[in-house]
């Protein structure tokens, strides 16, 4: 399984930009695609999720600016639509993929490489 990320750079604060995130190598009926992202010198965080199902969770500190969305055709790529950026926004934006499963020796979690999301001030 590889996933590839896209739609990372430099924006001005207020800006946009549109992540992507697309997934190859792998068919799961039960999982969820996400973004989290790392800013110099702090931990790795949550940011925003979607389920097979469809379901979405977003963090607090980014919610009202930040969606999460799929490609509902091929299902195997995620977008992040982030809105009225901050420079506190800044990061490296890495998209993560959870196979479920119920015995939990099945789960198993992929990254990609990330992506710099840089705002300017």
């Known amino acids: 399984v590889k996933l590839l990320e896209s739609g990372g750079g430099l924006v001005q604060a207020g800006g946009s930009l549109k992540l992507s995130c697309a997934q190859s190598?792998?068919?799961?009926?039960?999982?969820?695609m996400g973004w989290f992202r790392q800013a110099p010198g702090k931990e790795r965080e949550f940011v925003a999720s979607?389920?097979?199902?469809?379901?979405?969770?977003v963090a607090w500190s980014v919610r009202g600016r930040f969606a999460i969305s799929r490609d509902n055709a091929a299902k195997n790529t995620i977008f992040l639509q982030m809105n009225s950026l901050k420079p506190e926004d800044t990061a490296l934006y890495y998209c993560?993929?959870?196979?479920?499963?119920?015995?939990?020796?099945?789960?198993?979690?992929?990254w990609g490489q990330g992506t710099q999301v840089t705002v300017s001030s």
């Open positions: 979607i389920s097979s199902s469809g379901r979405t969770d």
């Open positions: 993560k993929l959870k196979r479920e499963a119920l015995n939990p020796k099945y789960e198993r979690e992929w």
């Open positions: 190598g792998g068919t799961f009926s039960s999982y969820a």
